[in-house]
């Protein structure tokens, strides 16, 4: 159980243009969920928290006209990276929180390279 | 504000040794602890979890104590194999279990 879905895998974009990853959980729902974003060798630093219809909260120096989030149902959360630049190529990771006996956990998904050309 | 130190990698071991990876955190409150693995090219597991002091998690040989007077929770393991090659990344949760705050992860490589 607690399988965390993204789609796609990998994905090449052209500089100015938008790109969308989908993170789907797949058998629970999740009324939260967090992009992550990975640089080559390094730990993992949140961008923002998604909560199932409200407004994502974003860490800060996250700019949020730039990576839109939408969480419009209780399995999908998508993350748009708007008009790409080659700065903008990483590895970002989504997961869903899922309450358990005493705390929280966090299910992740696969991940999504990203790169801009 | 919380944060996690790992030990810096990468760690390389011999098939079959004793492996030891150290994670202090800095927190308030009572935090929960994780160490999560990331094999190449895949997105990070839980490997196991403690939500209070003097717990231990353990999962696949992997053990590791929550340890409140040291602000500690070392992984260890008694005999790695080569498919333990990944990296490893120490995390803590607050109460509300909403921002996960990693550690910068340390790599493992296990030679046969």
């Known amino acids: 159980g607690a399988v965390v879905s993204q789609h796609p895998s990998w994905v090449i974009c052209k500089s100015g243009t938008s790109v969308k990853i989908e993170c789907r959980s797949l058998d629970f729902q999740a009324t939260t969920m967090f992009w992550y974003r990975q640089f080559p060798k390094q730990s993992l630093m949140l961008m923002a928290t998604?909560?199932?219809?409200?407004?994502?909260?974003?860490e800060q120096g996250v700019e949020k006209d730039k990576f839109l989030i939408n969480h419009a149902s209780l399995t999908l959360s998508t993350l748009t990276v708007t008009s790409a630049h080659p700065e903008d190529s990483s590895f970002y990771i989504c997961?869903?929180?899922?309450?358990?006996?005493?705390?929280?956990?966090?299910?992740f998904g696969p991940g999504t390279r990203l790169t801009v050309t | 504000g919380d944060s996690v130190t790992q030990m810096e990698g990468p760690v390389t071991l011999s098939e079959e040794a004793f492996l030891t990876i150290n994670c202090t955190y800095t927190a308030t409150g009572y935090p929960s602890l994780f160490w999560y693995v990331q094999y190449p090219g895949e997105g990070l597991q839980l490997l196991l979890k403690a939500t209070k002091a003097d717990d231990k998690g353990s999962n696949k040989g992997f053990e590791a104590t929550y340890r409140k007077e040291t602000t500690s929770f070392h992984l260890e393991k008694g005999s790695v194999q080569v498919s333990d090659s990944a990296v490893y990344f120490c995390a803590l949760s607050g109460i509300d279990g909403n921002k996960l705050v990693f550690g910068a992860g340390t790599i493992l490589r296990v030679k046969s």
């Open positions: 998604s909560n199932e219809g409200s407004k994502a909260t974003y």
């Open positions: 997961s869903a929180r899922v309450r358990t006996t005493g705390s929280y956990e966090q299910y």
